[in-house]
Structure formats: C-alpha cells, structure tokens
C-alpha cells in the first residue's frame, strides 16, 4: 500500500513541486481549495445514494387516512411530520475553524481521510429543503417530549434519529448508538400506543456495524 501511494507521489513529482511547506501556509489546499469536478460529485451522490441501507419498510396493520397499509416510505405522500432527537438536525464540524482535522461528527469519519463538504444538510434540513412538510420538532433525546410532540394530534410520521461517531486510531467503545436508549424506549411506547397513531421512522447515522433493536418496533428503519 505505501509503495502504491508513495510511487504516485514521486511519478507525480509532488515531493518537488509541493504547494506549501506546513499547516501555516496550507490551510487554503487545505480548507478552501475545490478539488472536486462535476463527474467526481456525481460519482460521490451515486456512493452516498446506495450505501444507505433499508432495514426495514412495513405495511401498516392498520388503515391510514391518506395512505391505507402501505408501507410508510418514501415520503412522497405529503404527510405531516414531527421530527425527533437531537441527531436529526446534528450539523457537520466546521473546518478550520473546528475542533481539528481528527474530529469525527454523523457526517465525517475523523482522520487523515476527512472530507469536508460546505454544503452538508442534516436531515431536518434537507427535509425542510425537499418541501416536506415538517409540523413540529423535538430536538432533545427526551422520550416524554417526543411523545408529546407525536402523538398528540393530527401527525402522520415521526422521523427520531440517531448516531455513532468513529475516528481514525481508535475503536468505537459499544456498537450502540448514542440515542440508543432513547430510540429504544421511543419504539417501545410506539409499539404500546393505541391506534390511529403516525407512523415511526428511524434513521440511523452509524460508520459501520450497530445493534438496533429500536427497528423491530419501527415501522420503518434505515440507516
């Protein structure tokens, strides 16, 4: 592996021809400079499209007012939405100004391959982007209020999201994410809760392998 990369470099003359000399005077090549092309953005949505995983996608066992039983996603059926936990609207770090290049976030994996995209949306902004009808949200991971804001009125869907950081050099502690109690809790009382009730999505932001009980009580789950 390091002869490949190394054998690139020199062929490339970059040992010769280098653009700056330390952290000083790169942060433009760094931070600022746009290395991508169309092609390569392209290339890039293609990735990020199909390595989301749909765990699952329930027909209801009950008949919805604007959608029967059929299963809850895509969202293209206009229902009214309440999202919850606080991973939702979680924003991606700031370089340079963040915490450092080995800082790990739901969007980035931390370490030496970090890439940082200025125009990263959480998923409430990309919701509110797309024209989703978004009523209500509850930011804090806090079952009561969630509850609160979900099941109390005239609501389709609850969105509830969670995550998992990783960083380059060290192991995850649990393949727990960091919402898992209250995603767990949340798909619990879900579960409990007399019908008409919305329907209840969980997105989950994890850098590889996780525990997700929460699904089985979703009605749908993707990660």
Sequence with gaps: MAANVLGGMFS??????????????????????????????AVGLKVASTSAVLLKNSRATHTHTKIGTRATLPL???PDIVVVGSACDARQWALPRGPGWDTQDYMTLGGSGRVHAAATRSLLQALQARGARVVGVSPQNN????????????VDVVIACGGSTSEEGFDRDSLKLDQHVFLTELSRRHALHKEPKPRLVIAAFAPGAIVAPWAALADS???
């Design 12 to 41: 490339a003359g970059a040992f010769e021809n280098t653009k700056c000399k330390s952290q000083a005077t790169c942060e433009y090549f760094l931070y600022q400079q746009v290395a991508s092309t169309r092609e390569t953005r």
């Design 76 to 78: 293209n059926w206009k």
């Design 143 to 154: 079952v009561d209020l969630a509850m609160q804001a979900g099941y109390g009125g005239a």
């Design 221 to 223: 789950a993707a990660i």
